[in-house]
């Protein structure tokens, strides 16, 4: 069996260092070897060997033609700010239907040449393109939980053999704490629920973490969901933990499973949604006043459709591990509207009302609307701070009775000179 061409190449360069230094009678016997080791004529291999001595200079590649014009860029832009910044596997999986709805309502006006360029652009293409904006554009949570030690007996650990996960209803909720970092006093916190199976989240703020405003909420966003309420996965905090959770999930007919203690993962789709359409959106400041609890909330109502019908998820298929490597493989990403839109399970009223929805909606206002709520959260938090802390003064009376010590001492001991 011959030797390979970078074998060749390798046996070349390493004769080339004898070759130079030799006589002429050791050069032919160098020669012979080389010939016999690649199969090599004795000009060719002379030739070799001067071409390794002075090897030739790189000729320069001739750029392919760019496919994609600098005019794309800005409609490719547009697209990707309006749906929060993707990346491009998952801007791909959805760039035609989010560039019809923004020429819907006449938020993008390209030539039909453009649409079509912009629709057949590949993930990695999108991604070389928007890696100048992705650089222009370069906070962890904290754990609030309190411990429900009640009814854990009568609420069993999910283990996912009493769940069907393809079946949208199967939730997990959970709290954000908008705390700033000082756990101390009343704050706002954000109840954060997710479907297992599409994706589908709402969020919704309550002025604490008390069981009635989050069973309050909890009931606002089951009225809202486009399915039944089948399952409820919570981690052990009392908010969750309590008997009238338990028993509106036993009139009901839902299923309540509750995680295992300090096993974050358990919970990892709300988990996940909760740092994407929590934290990502209102960041990491203290609210703790009504005017902001009205603005969380205000801007959650244009959050909940825009993550719903626009913003594409690609959910894990399966992982397999190799030794040390782990290999992940997801579907094609979709929105949790078109994952609703494809399930059996789902009546055909709920997803005639749903398209009509779909249609309404610009994703592009929407954006705009969640950018001025996110606003007025900064100037709230800006106003708060700029507020004075007035310190009373107190003067003690001459009756107080730390003037009457003082003066009792005075008498007694005199006094102390300095």
Not at 51 to 71: M, T
Not at 168 to 195: I, N, R, S, Y
Request: one cysteine or more; proline letters at 6%; hydrophobic letters at 35%.
């Amino acid at each position: 069996m011959g030797l390979t061409m970078g074998q060749r190449k390798a046996v070349t360069k390493e004769l080339l260092t004898r070759y130079a230094k030799a006589s002429k009678g050791e050069r032919g016997k160098i020669l012979d070897e080389l010939c016999a080791l690649t199969n090599w004529h004795r000009d060719h291999a002379r030739k070799a060997l001067r071409a390794a001595a002075n090897p030739a200079p790189p000729k320069p590649r001739r750029p392919r033609p760019a496919i994609y014009g600098a005019e794309l860029l800005a409609p490719l832009v547009k697209v990707w700010a309006t749906l929060d910044a993707p990346c491009g596997k998952r801007l791909h999986a959805v760039m035609a239907e989010t560039v019809q709805a923004l020429a819907r309502h006449g938020e993008l006006s390209i030539a039909n040449a453009q649409r079509a360029q912009l629709c057949q652009m590949s993930a990695s293409t999108i991604d070389r393109l928007l890696a100048p904006e992705r650089r222009r554009l370069r906070v962890k949570g904290r754990l609030g939980t309190k411990p429900g030690s009640i009814l854990k007996s009568k609420i069993p650990i999910r283990t996912f053999a009493e769940w069907d996960d393809a079946r949208p209803g199967f939730c997990e909720v959970d709290l954000v704490a908008h705390d700033g970092g000082a756990h101390g006093g009343e704050f706002c916190q954000t109840l954060d629920l997710t479907c297992v199976a599409t994706g589908w989240t709402a969020m919704r703020a309550v002025p604490t973490k008390a069981q009635r405003w989050v069973f309050e909420a909890l009931q606002a966003i089951e009225s809202e969901l486009p399915f039944a309420l089948l399952g409820l996965d919570a981690d052990n905090g009392s908010e969750f933990i309590n008997n009238n959770l338990f028993d509106y999930c036993l009139e009901h007919e839902i299923t309540f499973t509750r995680s295992r203690s300090y096993r974050k993962n358990d919970n990892c789709f709300v988990e996940q949604k909760n740092w994407t359409h929590v934290r990502q959106q209102v960041g990491y400041a203290r609210y703790d006043t009504p005017a902001e609890l009205q603005a969380l909330n205000e801007l959650y109502g244009y959050l909940r459709p825009y993550v719903n019908f626009f913003l594409p998820q690609a959910r894990l298929v399966d992982k397999t591990r190799d030794g040390a490597t782990v290999r992940r493989r997801h579907d094609l990403p979709k929105t949790p509207y078109r994952r609703i839109l494809e399930s059996p399970d789902i009546a055909q009223q709920t997803k005639r009302v749903l398209r009509r929805r779909y249609l309404e909606l610009n994703p592009a206002e929407l954006k705009r609307q969640i950018a001025r709520c996110q606003g007025q959260l900064l100037k709230l938090g800006r106003r708060k701070q700029r507020q004075p802390t007035t310190r009373r003064e107190v003067t003690p009376s001459p009756d107080h009775p730390w003037n009457r010590a003082s003066s009792v001492r005075q008498r007694r001991y005199g006094s102390r000179a300095s």
